[in-house]
């Protein structure tokens, strides 16, 4: 999936914020945008909204480079979580390197969880990712609220799954830097695997994460 | 599924000449000129395009050279460099121009992107369009074989269902035939009793005439010397007298019994109609009268019987079809009405048809069931004792000769059934 040009010394990775309808994707977004240093990333780029719902996509640039010269460009996307626009879901589902479902932690959107899950099983088959390969982080999301499935019971339904679990309530801006950090961290192991990042291009594991989560000087 | 509908990706890394358009840029770089600077270059970092105003590469100027990064997502994809004297002003308009060139590739991007999605959205939703079509085509080519093959299934089904059929017809007939010798042999076998009986008085009668004719025989050899007397004892030992006077009675009714059994046979041979095995001209008031006369031993002893026939032309008929329809409806008539059986046989002849009705007095037929009694298999009786194809095969017979069948149960009581038959002259 991953995006790599030798020649150019370029390597191009897709995360993905994929999840229900208003479960918060496009807030993680805006919240890495407003915590995070704007050295070395993009401008949050959000594609045309309509009453807060995203219709097509938001993206979240981030480019570092690696000792050995090598450029890496990290892009986030969020996906639209309506139902109705899984053809941009597919879309943006192609080639991706990493994903962050993020799930609603209210009681009453369960099945909507679970919904949703299931598109991205079904997707994921579609565009050729195998789930079990791909790096896949689950956010329990809104835990500021109340009426909300308990701690214990997202760790007894998912741990099963092997699944890295975070809880965030990406509104308070709690959380989110823990996820995409928890991303990162896997994506990593997998490009490292691949490419020796740090062996032959001199970037660590502490060093990668570091530069894509440098927070701003507050 | 696809894959060729796959091939568009959202997102590809885009140079500045990808994002700007030559016109832009000129405009741009005339617009630096026009605020003072001598000298405008904007660089491609990926191809090392250089886009310059007044047109050339930069000439060995004196002036102050002052360049700055252009980025789009974090990393440099171009240089915009301004020369001119005014230090100040120079830089002030290379601000200017780096946020506008930001704001520009900012929206091309999104422009770009949002094109992007929309076209591969619109071009997958085509693929997964055409893929269902695809689907739906071989789907009907399914449809279609299996509409082909279909008639051919539904012709074999059809004709193993006409073959079971014809199997039913035939246990209707066996069924008939099965309650005909029952009776039949009941009628047979009560004269055949009394046949035997009386033979074997006879026997007995012959044996004691021959034992006289020995006595009387040897009388006339002795001559003279006969014991007369003893003659007159012996006859009147072997009861001759009697005798004389009882066997031509017995002679008599075993005549009358074998002339009986011979009637039943005859009665049966002409129900069966096992001589004509097609049409034959029959007439009508025969054949409900021979019909009855097989059901002879169905009769309770306190039957009555009305019959007002009218006299019917001869009518070109199959014989045997004709006598087992009548055989079940008289049958259902006579088991309907019971020991007190009251039956009234009426038939007319209309200007175009031939009207048989045969009622009785049973207790008619239930409303809830009356509309099913011609249904193929329904029957009131217990298990083995009816097919449930009597009436049904009757109402069948008659369908096929033009007829009808109904069956009625009028407020007077008891159940008509009314047989009509178009008159030939009428059929033609």
Redesign the interface.
């Given at each position: 999936m991953i995006?790599y040009n030798e020649q150019e010394q370029?390597l191009?990775l897709?995360l993905v914020y994929y999840g229900p309808a208003l479960s918060g994707k496009t807030t993680n977004l805006l919240t890495l945008h407003e915590q995070l240093s704007q050295q070395?990333?993009?401008?949050l780029?959000m594609?045309?909204t309509t009453n807060d719902r995203t219709i097509?996509?938001d993206?979240l640039?981030?480019?570092l480079v690696a000792p050995s010269g090598l450029?890496i460009?990290v892009?986030v996307?969020t996906v639209p979580g309506q139902v109705k626009h899984d053809?941009?879901r597919?879309?943006?589902l192609?080639?991706a390197d990493g994903i962050v479902f993020v799930a609603d932690s209210q009681c009453y959107e369960a099945a909507n969880n679970m919904l949703s899950f299931e598109n991205l099983e079904k997707n994921l088959q579609?565009?050729?990712i195998d789930i079990d390969q791909i790096p896949l982080v689950i956010q329990f999301n809104k835990r500021d609220l109340s009426a909300i499935t308990s701690e214990e019971e997202i760790r007894s339904n998912w741990q099963p799954t092997g699944l890295q679990i975070t809880l965030a309530s990406a509104l308070q801006g709690n959380g989110v830097i823990e996820t995409f950090t928890c991303l990162l961290d896997s994506v990593f192991s997998r490009l490292d695997a691949r490419f020796a990042l740090h062996q032959s291009h001199g970037l660590t594991r502490q060093q990668f994460i570091a530069q894509l989560t440098t927070q701003k000087n507050t | 599924?696809d894959?060729q509908g796959?091939n568009?990706?959202?997102?590809e890394?885009k140079t500045l000449s990808e994002l700007l358009c030559p016109s832009e840029i000129e405009s741009l770089l005339k617009a630096a000129i026009n605020t003072g600077a001598d000298f405008a270059q904007l660089t491609d970092s990926a191809s090392g395009t250089n886009w310059c105003c007044p047109s050339g590469s930069l000439a060995a100027s004196t002036s102050q050279a002052h360049s700055q990064p252009i980025?789009?997502?974090?990393?440099q994809i171009g240089t915009l460099l301004l020369t001119g004297d005014s230090s100040k002003s120079i830089n002030s308009t290379l601000q200017l121009l780096v946020t506008t060139i930001h704001l520009l590739i900012?929206s091309s991007?999104?422009r770009q992107?949002?094109t992007e999605?929309?076209t591969?959205?619109v071009a997958?939703?085509y693929a997964?369009l055409m893929d269902s079509h695809k689907k739906l085509k071989k789907s009907e080519q399914e449809y279609r074989d299996l509409a082909a093959s279909l008639e051919t299934t539904v012709q074999q089904r059809t004709a193993e269902l006409e073959r079971t059929y014809m199997q039913l017809i035939q246990n209707e007939k066996m069924s008939c035939v099965g309650q005909l010798a029952a009776g039949v042999a009941h009628e047979i076998n009560t004269p055949m009793g009394f046949i035997t009986s009386n033979l074997s008085t006879l026997q007995k009668y012959i044996q004691r005439l021959l034992t006289m004719q020995a006595e009387l025989e040897q009388a006339l050899q002795s001559g003279e010397n006969a014991d007369h007397t003893a003659l007159i004892a012996l006859k009147k030992q072997l009861k001759i007298d009697y005798i004389r006077e009882d066997a031509a009675d017995l002679i008599d009714q075993s005549l009358v019994g074998a002339k009986r059994i011979s009637s039943i046979v005859n009665d049966l041979k002409n129900f069966s109609h096992v001589d004509s095995i097609n049409s034959s001209n029959l007439d009508l008031n025969d054949e409900l009268d021979r019909t009855l006369a097989v059901l002879a031993s169905k009769l309770p002893p306190t039957a009555t019987m009305k019959k007002a026939y009218q006299p019917l032309p001869r009518q070109s008929l199959p014989a045997a079809a004709i006598s087992q329809v009548l055989f079940n409806i008289l049958l259902n008539a006579i088991e309907a009405g019971g020991e007190q059986l009251q039956l009234i046989l009426t038939t007319a002849l209309t200007d175009t048809q031939i009207i048989m009705a045969i009622h009785d007095n049973g207790s008619g037929i239930p409303d809830e069931i009356i509309s099913h009694v011609f249904e193929p298999f329904f029957t009131t009786k217990d298990i083995g004792q009816g097919t449930g194809m009597g009436l049904a095969l009757a109402r069948q017979t008659i369908q096929q000769l033009g007829g009808k069948l109904e069956l009625a149960c009028p407020a007077s009581g008891g159940t008509v059934a009314t047989l009509s038959l178009p008159l030939e002259s009428c059929n033609e």
């Open positions: 995006e370029r191009v897709k070395g990333r993009g401008e780029m594609l045309d097509y996509f993206l640039p981030f480019f450029k460009k892009k996307y053809a941009t597919k879309a943006v192609q080639r579609f565009v050729g | 599924m894959r796959l568009f990706i959202i997102g890394e980025y789009n997502e974090g990393e900012r991007l999104q992107l949002t999605v929309h591969t959205t997958q939703s997964e």
